[in-house]
């Protein structure tokens, strides 16, 4: 099965808003309220930022918010911060079959 | 507080073997699903496996079935990924990652990572 679809990159401006993509299909995204997503910084371990598509764990400033639509998922990040700039992964629950599947990957650049 | 501290990494030959092993700590091992997930150079995150609490419900990928093997030791507190017929695109740095606990139904809610360990695979 193909990896989910995100943006290869997207930018904003600090304060700004931004809205990150993540399309599947109606066997992972569109079937399932399993999505979550993942924040990179280069060099590191990736960190849990949202689950259960729009659910935050604790510690994670509210100003990451997930939403769903279809087969589309969303992670939106409000009021832009420098330190926010870094690779950006949606994540799905597949069946039992397939199982798990990551998006290629998004790299959000703060100007 | 929770650690994950992978270990076994290293320059293997194509078609050779390796053994990946992840120190856990901070938490009932026990308690919990865990996941092994890679990333190649400059790429994306790419799931591997899955094994449950007990370690009696097991899951692979398509690009690993049949060439890779997880277990568990819960008395050591230990989760490891056994690794044969190794291939240049195996060659990759391999997280193990736990499950958020009671979501071992989708274990895509990977709420601690360890740092990971580097697998090259090379002639």
């Known amino acids: 099965q193909s990896a989910l679809t995100q943006p290869a990159s997207v930018s904003g401006s600090p304060g700004q808003s931004i809205t990150i993509s993540c399309t599947g299909t109606?066997?992972?995204?569109?079937?399932?309220?399993?999505v979550s997503w993942y924040q990179q910084h280069p060099g590191k371990a990736p960190k849990f930022m949202i689950y259960?598509?729009?659910k935050r764990p604790s510690g994670v400033s509210n100003r990451f918010s997930g939403s769903k639509s279809g087969n589309t998922a969303s992670l939106t990040i409000s009021g832009l911060q420098p330190e926010d700039e870094a690779d950006y992964y949606c994540?799905?629950?597949?069946?039992?079959?397939?199982?798990?599947?990551f998006g290629g990957g998004t790299k959000l650049t703060v100007l | 507080q929770v650690q994950l501290v992978e270990s076994g990494g290293g320059l293997v030959k194509p078609g050779g073997s390796l053994r990946l092993s992840c120190a856990a700590s901070?938490?009932?091992?026990?308690?919990?699903?865990m996941s092994w997930i890679r990333q190649a150079p400059g790429k994306g995150l790419e799931w591997v496996s899955y094994?449950?609490?007990?370690?009696?419900?097991?899951y692979y990928g398509d690009s690993v079935k049949g060439r890779f093997t997880i277990s568990r030791d819960n008395a050591k507190n230990s989760l490891y990924l056994q690794m044969n017929s190794l291939r240049a695109e195996d060659t990759a740095v391999y997280y193990c990652?736990?499950?958020?606990w009671g979501r071992g139904y989708s274990g895509s809610e990977l709420d601690y990572w360890g740092q990971g360990t580097l697998v090259t695979v090379s002639s």
């Open positions: 259960d598509v729009s």
């Open positions: 109606s066997s992972d995204v569109g079937n399932y309220y399993y």
């Open positions: 901070g938490f009932t091992f026990s308690d919990y699903y």
């Open positions: 990652a736990r499950v958020l």
């Open positions: 994540c799905s629950y597949a069946g039992s079959t397939t199982y798990v599947i």
């Open positions: 094994i449950s609490s007990s370690g009696n419900t097991i």
